[in-house]
Structures are given as structure tokens and as C-alpha cells.
């Protein structure tokens, strides 16, 4: 049976175009039913939007900190699409445990770094600070821990003389496109060992 993919966003959505390119290939073991977003200005909606996906907005703002009537919001268009599978593409809100409990196993999230290095914000700076000679991005399973949790795949990149935070983002980001949709399809049909490209 083919797997039921939703996504969260909040902003451009390459990643999750990436991810829709590659599930409309043929042969593909998931499907996507939901793309959704806490803003509802994110370029990525109206992408999914054209590409026929079915796309929900759920603003967080106007639940002022209040996390747990943010995520009761947005559960409602997520369940209602019945997903087996839950993406994080780019979406930029910490979620509670409570939430990540619902799809435990079943979550997966990209973050721009070779965790465990570099969780949360300023990842390609941080890099670049530490003096590293390699960067890259992980798909990994999410947790009640941010950026926590099994890696499913990593893709590395070199970090190179003159880079800045902006060029290293821009390298990593063609990995991320690579990555997500190889270790989806990986997931989706049933295989969880990393994926290492
Ligand atoms: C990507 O680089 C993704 O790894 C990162 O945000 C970008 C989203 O780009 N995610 C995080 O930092 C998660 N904490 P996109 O909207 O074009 O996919």
C-alpha cells in the first residue's frame, strides 16, 4: 500500500518540491496528501498548490506562545489527510512531545548540518566558526529532543576557502534536495538503515 506523506513547511518548500518531484516519479511507495504551514505567506504553498497537493495554513501567531493550541490547530487538516508519514521540510517551529508522540516512528525531519553537530539555528556559521572542513545535512527521525533522534541518511559537502554562510547554505541545499527524497523513498518503503551519500 502506498504510504500517505504530509508535509510541514514554512517557508520556500524547496525541500518539500523535492520531496513532491520524486513521489510523482513512478514507482514511488508514498504519495503526498497534505502540505501544510504555520505561515500563511510561504512561497512553498502556492508551489504545492500547482503541483495539486492539497495545502492547509495554520498561523501560529495568533496563539501568542501557546503551543499546544498552535499544534491542535494544525492537527486538524494534518489528520484529516490521514498521513502515515509526517515531513518536516524546513518547518520552523519546535513541536511538543506531545505532538511528536502522536507520530512517533512516523516523523521524519531535514536539518542543515551533520548532526550531532549543530542543532537548532546558525548552522552554517556555527560551521564555519569551528573552523570544520566538511559540512553537509541530516534526515532523521524526530524525537521529543530538537534535531535529536535516529539518523536516517547524511550528505556531506566541503567547506571551502571564502565560503560564507551564504555559499555553504547554497552548497549544502543541493544535498538536501538530493537526500530527503532518497531516504523518503528509503522510509516509506520500509528501510530505516542510514543512508550515507
Ligand atoms: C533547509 O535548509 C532546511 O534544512 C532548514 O531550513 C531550510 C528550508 O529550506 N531547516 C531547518 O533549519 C530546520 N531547523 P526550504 O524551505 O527551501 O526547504
Redesign the pocket.
Known amino acids: 500500500m502506498t504510504k500517505r506523506v504530509a508535509i510541514l513547511?514554512?517557508?520556500?518548500?524547496?525541500?518539500?518540491?523535492?520531496l513532491l518531484r520524486d513521489m510523482a516519479a513512478g514507482g514511488h511507495p508514498a504519495q503526498p496528501v497534505l502540505v501544510a504551514s504555520n505561515d500563511p505567506a510561504?512561497a512553498?504553498l502556492v508551489k504545492a498548490a500547482a503541483a495539486g497537493v492539497t495545502v492547509a495554513a495554520v498561523d501560529h501567531r495568533p496563539f501568542k506562545g501557546d503551543r499546544a493550541a498552535f499544534e491542535a490547530a494544525l492537527l486538524e487538516p494534518i489528520l484529516a489527510a490521514e498521513p502515515d508519514i509526517l515531513c518536516?521540510?524546513?518547518?520552523?517551529r519546535v513541536l511538543t512531545p506531545a505532538f511528536v508522540g502522536r507520530f512517533a516512528g512516523r516523523m521524519l525531519?531535514?536539518?542543515?548540518s551533520l548532526l550531532p553537530l549543530y542543532p537548532?539555528?546558525h548552522?552554517h556559521q556555527r560551521a564555519l566558526d569551528a573552523g570544520d572542513a566538511e559540512a553537509g545535512?541530516t534526515v532523521h527521525e524526530v524525537t521529543p529532543v530538537l534535531?535529536d533522534g535516529p539518523i536516517l541518511g547524511q550528505a556531506r559537502v566541503p567547506i571551502l576557502p571564502g565560503d560564507t554562510a551564504e555559499t555553504l547554505?547554497a552548497r549544502?541545499?543541493v544535498q538536501?534536495h538530493r537526500l530527503y527524497p532518497a531516504v523518503l523513498r528509503r522510509f516509506a518503503g520500509g528501510d530505516r538503515s542510514p543512508l550515507y551519500l
Do not use: W, Y
Not at 518536516?88 to 520552523?92: S, V
Open positions: 513547511i514554512s517557508g520556500g518548500g524547496s525541500n518539500m518540491l523535492a510561504a512553498g518536516l521540510a524546513g518547518f520552523m525531519n531535514i536539518h542543515p537548532g539555528l548552522t545535512c534535531d547554505a549544502v541545499l538536501e
